[in-house]
């Protein structure tokens, strides 16, 4: 009997060595979950950061090869021409201000 006691208490102690193993794993478990979705949210936040501080890439103004046209001077349009410096809105070749100084 003395034997089947000392088994006894020999095979619970094993099993509450391995219920506390088996406690152990599933607590480390859960933290390391938690570590993987903190490092997901930081690697996250980290490309956000360098999408922000990374140039922008420069636009390209110029016209395209093979347009074969020169950019046009200002004033070689077809609007019409003001006489004087241009402040004037007499357009030019009228003859407005010469009439009318022969009149007096």
Do not use: H
């Amino acid at each position: 009997m003395k034997f089947l006691k000392k088994f006894w208490n020999w095979l619970l102690g094993q099993t509450t060595i391995d219920d506390k193993v088996i406690a152990k794993i599933a607590e480390v478990k859960k933290e390391v979950a938690e570590a993987k979705t903190a490092i997901n949210i930081a690697v996250k936040e980290s490309k956000d950061v360098v999408t922000t501080i990374k140039p922008k890439k420069k636009r390209n103004y110029s016209k395209p090869k093979g347009s074969g046209s020169s950019p046009k001077l200002a004033g070689s349009g077809s609007s019409p021409k003001l006489a004087g410096s241009g402040s004037s809105p007499r357009l030019a070749g009228s003859g407005t201000s010469t009439k009318l100084a022969g009149k007096k």
